[in-house]
Nanobody, 114 residues
């Protein structure tokens, strides 16, 4: 099992930046994918970005210009740097782990004010 703990959410003005972190603990397969999804009110949960243990990244097309995903394999931590935030980025951001099994974090709220 893998336990995910997210941090870094909060309230920010439009145009600002936030950095989310997600630390994984437990029995972590060496080959895995970690990433971020988000769920805004009235919308379906959507992919933000993922990064594999080998460093391959995948982004939602609409976000790749402003968001950057990275990871520290030694710390089993994935990061999401979000720049030029917009009110429509307001959502609960969930960390996701995919290996021989999958897990979700509890979510962290990101609110962007106009």
């Amino acid at each position: 099992q893998v336990h995910l703990v997210e941090s870094g959410g909060g309230l920010v003005q439009a145009g600002g930046s936030l950095r989310l972190s997600c630390a994984a603990s437990g029995s972590i397969p060496s080959i895995n994918v970690m990433g971020w999804y988000r769920h805004a009110p009235g919308r379906q949960r959507e992919l933000v970005a993922t990064v594999s243990s080998g460093g391959n990244t995948n982004y939602a097309d609409s976000l790749k210009a402003r968001f950057t995903i990275s990871r520290d394999n030694g710390k089993n931590t994935v990061y999401l740097q979000m720049n030029s935030l917009k009110p429509e980025d307001t959502a609960v951001y969930y960390c996701r782990f995919i290996g021989s099994f999958s897990a979700w974090g509890q979510g962290t709220q990101v609110t962007v004010s106009s």
